[in-house]
């Protein structure tokens, strides 16, 4: 699993977590976790890139996809708040 060093630091410590409603329960489940530190092309070759985009969330960050056709940008989808 790819996710940014911010995000996954903010989860696992417990008053950065409360503060963003992180509960690890929801995404510690024991993947093989490879943390990276900024912008990060996934196969070297340009085609998928994590970018990040640190705002509402200490490690937010969206995938730039190129293909064939026009490029998208994707949004990891956001979990609940669980104060809603």
């Given at each position: 699993?790819?996710?940014?060093?911010?995000e996954w630091?903010?989860?696992?410590?417990?008053?950065?977590?409360v503060?963003?409603?992180?509960?690890?329960?929801d995404?510690d489940?024991?993947?093989k976790?490879r943390?990276?530190?900024?912008?990060?092309?996934v196969?070297?070759?340009?085609?998928?890139?994590?970018?990040?985009?640190h705002?509402?969330a200490?490690?937010?960050?969206?995938?730039?996809v190129?293909?064939?056709?026009p490029?998208?940008?994707?949004?990891m989808?956001?979990?609940?708040?669980?104060i809603?």
């Open positions: 699993m790819l996710v940014q060093r911010r630091d903010a989860g696992m410590d417990p008053d950065t977590a503060r963003h409603g992180y509960n690890p329960r995404f489940l024991g993947h976790l943390p990276i530190d900024g912008e990060h092309d196969f070297g070759d340009g085609s998928v890139v994590c970018l990040p985009t705002g509402h200490p490690g937010h960050q969206l995938l730039r190129r293909l064939d056709s490029e998208f940008w994707q949004s989808p956001q979990a609940p708040d669980p809603l």
